[in-house]
Each structure stands twice: as structure tokens, then as C-alpha cells.
């Protein structure tokens, strides 16, 4: 890049906000989980030669206003807490890092709102609202260091809060957006819906006005453990059936619980458990208690303290066995609770033939459906194995396909499978919008509505 190029951008946004050196560069070509050289080198990612950190949508504008001018690829990148790829610049170019946007710049306690940059933290955002004795309908499990604008652009159908309250795009009452012309464009709902789920390949999210709630009266956690898969699965789909909406649930599988036990957890043995928390008025919530003590009469019913702990512990579990890795492989769907008996059999299968040891964690998801997370223990170090333990990660995603799941993002490892998020009439919209907003083609190449991995699909065949 040259230096009249950077020159203009440090005018922009000042000295202090730009980085070019070495390793700056380096720690921004991978998220969640680190790319090998080997790999890097089989996807063809470059290095970025830029990182921006803008303050605000000004700053965004005038970047992107270069950038498309000067046909330089552009990569927005928030907490990085995906493991798909979709933040990784691969064209090399531009990364404008978010998360120095991360002012909450108002909330209006009478309308029930938050008006904030979309590069603030879940943690942080949660954090200000509490004093205000309100919090949001919906959001990560990753809250410590998932911004708003990357899970809005991940499509943040799963969460907590989402079982009760709706995906997030139901809460999203504004969209601030930078277009890859430079234009700032404030969209309403139903319109601000566009930019959900585009992985930032259609503009930058700058600024979010989202729908906020009043604490409730009563909370109350319930964990339930499982002699087997098969009473787990069938006890989800009655929960469906009842149409009790808990504010949160989650399951994790026997061999997820002794990974917790090896790493110094109190865990109990049993070949799954469902966690669960309500909310609501105390006589709401009591009354949800009883049928739900009905509907999982098949378990048995873990202590309170265990739910506690599994509550306080909620943003760290997954990340937690990492240690044992001490890389992990996450594989992430959208899948149908009546689906889920059915693809943990399958992936047993699969995984018993290729001799892999896979855990499972999985939320509630709105509307019967699951976040449903395979995860494979691995380590990076020793690449051939790392490259492996990924197709082996395709393969699981194309099992779950294959029994009705779709990937819950696409980003640069699932363009493989962008038919099954979108089908084609609807992917060819995408495709069409796409070169309307984007003819340079600057924002967040290869992702998408694009796949530059269509070498990988005889590799990934689960026979």
C-alpha cells in the first residue's frame, strides 16, 4: 500500500489509529480459530496491510470512499469471536477494526431504547443498561467480547434471551450503515433487516438502535441430566410441544462433561444435560417450573447450585475446554429440535470412522430451533493433523446438512455450503445486490455470496 495512501487515511483518523508493522498485521489473519501456514497458504489468505481503528461513521466513510476509489479490499472486523472465517481479510487490503467504536450514546429509559456504536461489547453494553434496571431480549454467549455490530452482521438468531424474546433482528429497531460508495444510510425496520446475516459484505454497521426490556421480577435456573441421548432429545421436542418459551437453554453431551471433569470441574456423569433459566413474573415462572418438571420427568433433577454455576459460567464453557486442545474446531448449524437425535447418531457414525472424539454443546435457538456446536479438540502445532481435523469439521457440516441442517454463517470455511443458508433464487438476489452496492467488489471479498474453496468439495464427502 502506498504512502500517500496511509498518509491520507492517518489524516483521517490520526496516528495513533493506524497500525502497518509486522505483527499488528499478523494477529489480524485469523479469529477463533488460528490458521496454519499450511492452510493459509491452501486458502490463499493474505495479510492485510492496513488495520484503521475509526472512532466513528465519518471516519468510515472517508476510508471507504478511498478504498473504493483506489479499488483496495476492505474487511470489517469486530471481537473476532467467530471461527468461520468471515472476518479474515483474505484479499489482504484494508481491516477496519470496530471496536474502538464502542460508545453508548444514549438510552432512553420511557421508549425503551439504546442507541449505540456498533463496535461496544455485549459486556460493556449489558453492564450500562443494568443501571438503567434494563437489559436486552437477545444476545451471545460470547458477550465479553462479541460486538454488536458482528453478531448483527453473523445474523444472531441463537442466545440468550433468544428462545423467549426473538432473534436479534427482531430487537433492531435502526441500522446506521456505511455503503461500500462511502454513503451513510440510516435504515428503519422492516429495512434494517437487509444488513443481518451479511457478514459485512454489503457496507459497515456503524451505529444500532435496539429495543431494550425491563428487568424482570423473578429468575430462576433448572439443569436436568439424561441416562441417555434418546430421553434428552424427546424431552426437547415435548418442551417445544408445551410451548413454554425458557430464556435460556442449553445442552451439552457426556463427552463435553468429561472434558469439564479432566480440567477440575464438578461435574455430574451423565450422557447429557439440559440447562435451562427462566423469567417473568414470580407466578409466570412457577408455573413454567411445574410443566417443565413434567415435560423432563425422564431426567433427573440436578441441584440448584449446579444450575448457578452452569449460569455464571455461561459465557466461558466452550472457550473453557479449549484448554485441553489447546485449539479447537467448532462446527456451528442451524438444526430442528425432531432433527437432533438423528444428527447426533449421525456424527457418531462419522466420527467414529475417522477416529475423531467430538463434543457437543448446543442453545436453544427462536422458534424450535437449535444452535447445535460440535466441537473438536486439536492443536494447531501440528499442521497435517490441524488440516485434517478441519475437513473432518466440513464433513460433519455436510452430515447435518443432509438430515435438514444449514450452517448458522458462512463466512470463508462454509461458502462450501451458501446453498443451504440461501437457496438459489435467493442467493442469486444476493449475488445481484451484491454488484449493485459493491460493483469493485472492495467489501469483505470471498465471503458470502462468493466461494473460492469449491476445490475442497471432494475432500469433505462424509462416505
Known sequence: MSTNIIDFIINIVGKENVACKEGDLVCYSSDLAPLPETIIATYGVKDPSLIVRPKNSNHISEIIKLANKEKIPVTPRGGACSSHGGGLPIDGGIVIDMTSMDKVLSIDAEDMYVYTQAGVTFASLLSELSRNKLKLGCYPTSAPSATVGGYISNGGFAGIGAPLYGPIASHIMQLEVVLPNGKILSLNNPYSTFFVGTEGTMGVITNVKLRVFPIPEFFKVMAFGFDDILSACYGLENLLKSQIKPYFLSFMDQNFL????????????????????????????????????????????????????????????????????????????????????????????????LGLNTCLYGLLGYGG??????????DERREDEYFSTMLAALKMTSVIISIGGSVYNIGLHNSLFMEHINDMKRLEIMRTLKKTFDPNKIMNPGKFTECRLAWLSSLISPR
Request: aromatic fraction near 6%; proline fraction near 5%; hydrophobic fraction near 45%.
Open 369 to 378: 430451533s437449535t444452535l447445535t456446536m460440535p466441537i473438536v479438540l486439536t
Open 258 to 353: 468429561e472434558i469439564m471433569s479432566k480440567l477440575g470441574k464438578c461435574v455430574p456423569n451423565y450422557a447429557m444435560i439440559i440447562f435451562m433459566a427462566l423469567e417473568g413474573s414470580k407466578k409466570s415462572v412457577e408455573m413454567q417450573e411445574k410443566a417443565i418438571n413434567k415435560v423432563f420427568s425422564e431426567g433427573k433433577q440436578l441441584p440448584e447450585a449446579f444450575g448457578m454455576e452452569e449460569w455464571n459460567n455461561v459465557h466461558k464453557n466452550v472457550l473453557f475446554i479449549k484448554r485441553v486442545g489447546p485449539t479447537m474446531v467448532a462446527i456451528e448449524v442451524n438444526l430442528a429440535v425432531p432433527n437432533l437425535k438423528q444428527a447426533i447418531k449421525s456424527l457418531r457414525d462419522l466420527n467414529n470412522k
